[in-house]
């Protein structure tokens, strides 16, 4: 795989340079500007800072193009994309944000997100050479129910969106949801609550002060511990309906929801609260779809309280996502895809409209009983943030290429007649892969996979060995395949484990997995499995795995000695994988690792913009300094700490892809993420593969 | 896999046994505390079936439990044969504070006597005893098997407590159809090991397969094979092969 492209950042941040010097000068006027662009925001941005207003007419130009629709880009204005990043010693509650109501300015709504930074600047350079950059304003958000958000990286992406119709239909939304004081209450109170706290009014009054860090810091505890609490049960509404009010309250602290209901308005999942609890919010949001589907005008996404709600309709299924955690729009839809994947991977589609075409009002959730557990561990993933959600690409096991090989081999040698897929997963990263030359397995049905057996604890804590129907909607949505698991400690003994385990919660899990379109193989493939891993063991592949899996993921430092990256983000793009540092040192709590994930969203959102055509994007921060960097061959995000220069980014980031053109073969799985080179030399293989037919039954 | 390598010279043999059952009645939780002697407050469903193995050394041999324990959930009620055609035993498990758990196990039995092996020894099993206020008195109390009669639940099942089928009940279904009776908690362990004991010794040894795959007795294959001959009912289109390749 050639990188023979030779690109180098030092030849984009030559041509960078004006633009930061621009950005420096564009800097200092900000200070005085952060009071008007509150007012701005309340008052549907009646006037935008001209660099904000060239940066937009420049984007414009691209919007109203085709490709805008075919990818489907939601018709509306995105809310201002809040980040917080790498915040450790200085977070504030502004983890989400509220665009303004009403703003006809699309550039408005995307500056405006901060209430404190200063420094923040972004610059972003279009390959057609133009280049923008602009100071984050700071802004206070109306005080009614949503926090301020110190996002520091804004979407360009979206701005293009909301000329306009479009952003005539926000005007539209906004007041459906807030005339129902239900609604517009819908997520924000308790944020609401927190922002309006003594320290958060300090804040306020801070805006003019040097050095606001310092206030900031005390707040951190607040919003740290309401993060870890996002995952706590919020318990049933009692007999009398006495904590029903209480529960609300916890089930509005929750940053992100994912709601499921059928067309006919019938609740299918909440990932949040009972049924009971919320089916008066369920009803209105069915109301609000159900009006524009009305309408014949398909609602795709709005903002309410510092909440983006995504909507999504598959076929009979609504699939809505809340998410205060700043987001964007086609972040949050390759999400909720996710969930209806995994409704599919349960059913099979032609059951799910089957169901539905005999009754409308067909209640789904006793057919999809025992899959709850399943969407909740994809939501969780979602809110933790998931590089592999995010970046549509796997993760695998960097071991040597000729260990790979060898298992590779054995994998071939071992297969039995039913097989059809085969892999060996560690912790969630692909070791091997067998599969039919014909057949190629979709990152999509992977991801449904490893949810299942890595993060739902319902497979694992079994015990023993599993045969599991699934169906792969990727391979084929119509009918199920037969999956064969167990699992391989990847620890001898018991005490070695307890001081090992903490990169990913999950280290002892080696999975061998072992699929068939035929429900009677399971002793056949328990049978393989048998050879398997004795022939692993005897050839000392099962050592090399076990050792890869304790060895954890090399630190960035280990990886670039010396370097200011604290982590980075790198997918090959023809081989749909990634591969990244370990989260530590900085990254090891929830938060921090939340933190660096919205950092990484933010710059995806940035650097996929369809409008941008951003090759490389800077952004700095008060408590980062970080980079996204996209050519045909690659995606690169690094992020170094806030002391960090440009310089030594970039260079850090030259010496990260110098690493990968070396390691390729170990971090990747060469020749797509489910293909295996050797594989296809096997013709032998290849009678393998089934008619469609055995398996569309 | 556990081995059978180092056996005690008692002899061994093994017994294929799956559990049947609406869904959250508790099978996955009796197996686990079976085979690891534990309890989860939160387990989740089972998805399609898990497959797992036990010794249980009684006093003149050792038995090796090859055990399903299959998904309760209706959408996988049609693989079912695929786990009780071999089978030699099964558990047919309830949960004594669910009505409808019982009217499932029924329809399970009646299943199992139409369509498995004619001498397959079955086991019904009212789980989750620990939720009924009776005094647990009783766990001490080995059922020895064969009749499997149960003391426990006999005195207080008016006590308003969260049982909802009386021990009575239970009983006189399982001596009609001539099936082990017992009343468990996979939480306490009250006659959990009880049920598997009692299963092992009321499968004639005639029937058991050696554990080391020497063929042990006649009776043992040809009990097998007539198994796979009678059940041979998949709903599912594919060509059904015999399910048992060890
Ligand atoms: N109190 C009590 N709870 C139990 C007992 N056995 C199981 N449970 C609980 O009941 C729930 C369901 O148990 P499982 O063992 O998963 O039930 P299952 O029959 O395997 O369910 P499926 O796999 O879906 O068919 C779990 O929350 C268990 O903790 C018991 O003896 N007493
Ligand atoms: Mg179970």
């Known amino acids: 795989m050639g990188l023979d492209g030779e690109e180098s950042l030092a030849t984009s941040e030559r041509a960078e340079e004006n633009a930061n010097d621009r950005t420096e000068a564009t800097s200092p006027p900000r200070d005085g500007e952060d009071e008007s662009t509150i007012r701005r925001a309340k008052e549907e941005g009646a006037e935008t800072g001209s660099k904000v207003e060239f940066l937009s007419t420049n984007i414009q130009a691209g919007s109203q193009s085709p490709v805008l629709e075919q990818e489907y880009r939601p018709p509306l204005p995105p809310r201002p994309n809040n980040v917080n990043i790498l915040r450790e010693g200085s977070y504030s509650p502004g983890s989400s944000l509220k665009r303004p109501g009403k703003t006809p300015r699309p550039l408005l709504q995307s500056t405006a997100t901060t209430a404190l930074s200063r420094t923040e600047v972004n610059t972003q350079s ?4 133009s280049r923008e950059s602009f100071a984050a304003s700071a802004q206070r958000t109306p005080p009614s129910k949503a926090v301020a958000a110190f996002g520091s990286i804004r979407k360009v992406k979206g701005l293009s969106d909301s000329e306009g119709g479009d952003s005539a239909s926000v005007r539209s939304y906004a007041p459906t949801l807030e005339t129902g004081g239900d609604a517009e209450s819908l997520l924000g109170e308790v944020l609401g609550a927190s922002q309006e706290s003594p320290a958060w009014r300090l804040l306020g009054t801070q805006n003019e002060a040097p050095d606001p860090f310092d206030s900031v810091t005390y707040e951190d505890d607040e919003a740290t511990a309401d993060f870890y609490r996002e995952f706590d049960e919020i318990g049933a509404v009692a007999a009398d309906g006495e904590n029903e009010e209480q529960l609300l309250k916890k089930w509005k602290s929750k940053r992100k929801h994912f709601l499921i209901l059928s067309s006919a308005g ?4 909440n990932r949040h609260g009972d049924d009971n609890l919320i089916s008066g919010y369920i009803g209105i949001i069915q109301t609000i779809i159900s009006f524009y589907e009305g ?12 909440a983006r709600f995504v909507v999504m309709s598959q076929g009979p299924l609504y699939l809505v996502a809340i998410s205060k955690l700043g987001e964007n729009d086609a972040q949050l839809r390759v999400q909720l895809e996710a969930l209806y994947m995994q409704i599919l991977s349960t059913l099979t589609l032609p059951n799910l409209t089957h169901m539905f075409s005999n009754r409308p009002s067909t209640d789904l959730r006793r057919p999809l009983q025992g899959t709850e557990p399943l969407l909740s561990a994809l939501a969780d993933t979602f809110t933790r943030g998931s590089p592999p959600t995010l970046l549509s690409a796997l993760e695998c096991l960097k071991i040597r290429k000729s260990h790979r090989q060898a298992i590779n081999d054995t994998l071939l ?6 097989l059809l897929y085969g892999l060996i997963v560690a912790s969630g990263r692909l070791v091997s892969v067998v599969r039919p030359r014909k057949h190629s397995l979709h990152p999509s049905d992977l991801q449904l996979i490893f949810n299942m057996l890595f993060e739902a604890r319902g497979v694992k804590a079994g015990g023993g060995e599993n045969w599991i129907p699934l169906c792969l909607p990727g391979f084929n949505k119509n009918g199920y395949l037969y999956m064969y698991v167990s699992f391989v400690s990847a620890y001898d003994s018991e005490a070695e484990q307890g001081s090992e385990g903490h990169e990913t919660g999950k280290p002892d899990d080696i999975a061998i997995l072992l699929i068939s379109a035929n429900k009677e193989s399971f002793y056949d493939l328990r049978k393989m499995r048998d050879a398997l891993v004795e022939e692993l063991e005897v050839h000392g592949s099962m050592a090399i795995i076990k050792s890869a899996v304790r060895r954890g993921r090399p630190t960035a430092t280990d990886i670039v000695p010396g370097t200011v990256l604290r982590h980075f983000l790198y997918k090959s793009r023809a081989n749909v994988q990634f591969t990244m540092p370990s989260y530590e040192p900085s990254f090891t709590t929830l938060l921090a690792r939340r933190r660096l994930l919205s950092l990484y969203h933010a710059l995806h959102a940035s650097i ?6 951003l090759k490389v994007h800077h952004c700095i921060s008060r408590e980062s300094i970080s980079l996204a960097w996209v050519t045909p061959l690659f995606e690169l995000y690094c992020v170094a700490g806030p002391h960090a220069s440009r310089n030594a980014l970039a260079q850090s980031a030259n010496k990260v892809i110098q690493w990968v053109r070396r390691e390729e073969e170990r971090v990747f799985i060469i020749g797509g993420a489910v293909s295996i080179h050797s594989l296809d030399n096997h013709t032998t293989y290849e009678s393998l593969t089934l008619p469609a037919a055995r398996y569309s039954d | 896999m556990a081995d059978s390598a180092a056996a005690p010279p008692k002899p061994s043999s093994s017994v294929k046994l799956v559990l049947l059952g609406e869904a959250a009645v508790g099978k996955s939780s009796l197996v686990l505390r079976f085979v690891n002697n534990d309890f989860q407050e939160n387990k989740e469903p089972t998805i399609g079936a898990a497959f797992l193995t036990q010794k249980s050394h009684l006093p003149h041999r050792t038995i090796k439990f090859e055990i399903w324990d299959t998904a309760g959930q209706e959408r996988f009620a049609s693989l079912a044969p695929m786990y009780y055609r071999n089978a030699q035993s099964a558990l047919v498990v309830y949960d004594l504070t669910k009505p409808t758990s019982l009217v499932k196990a029924k329809h399970w039995v ?15 099993v009212g789980n989750k005893l620990d939720l009924t206020n009776e005094d647990a008195a009783a766990s001490g109390e080995t059922n020895t098997g064969e009749g499997g009669d149960v003391e426990s639940g ?19 279904y399982a001596e009609e159809e001539g099936l082990l009776f017992f009343e468990t908690s996979a939480k306490t362990g009250v006659n959990v090991q009880e049920v598997f004991t009692a299963i092992a010794n009321a499968i004639p040894e005639t029937q058991m397969k ?6 042990a007795a006649g009776a043992g294959t040809g009990q097998t094979a007539l198994g796979s001959e009678r059940v041979n009912l998949n709903q599912r289109a594919e060509g059904v092969k015999e399910g048992c390749a060890c």
């Open chain 1, 126 to 129: 279009y390959q057609d050479g």
């Open chain 1, 266 to 269: 019938k609740p299918i999942y």
């Open chain 1, 295 to 306: 309408s014949h005008d398909q609602l795709k996404g709005f903002t309410a309280a510092g």
């Open chain 1, 413 to 418: 040698r071992t297969r039995c007649e039913t």
């Open chain 1, 608 to 613: 996929h913009a369809k409008n941008a055509h």
């Open chain 2, 110 to 124: 009646a299943e199992l006597q139409r369509q498995a092996s004619p001498g397959i020894v079955i086991a019904l």
């Open chain 2, 154 to 172: 006999e005195a207080a099942e008016e006590s308003g407590d969260a049982r909802k089928i009386s021990a009575k009940e239970g009983r006189d």
């Open chain 2, 210 to 215: 050696g554990a080391k795959g020497s063929g």
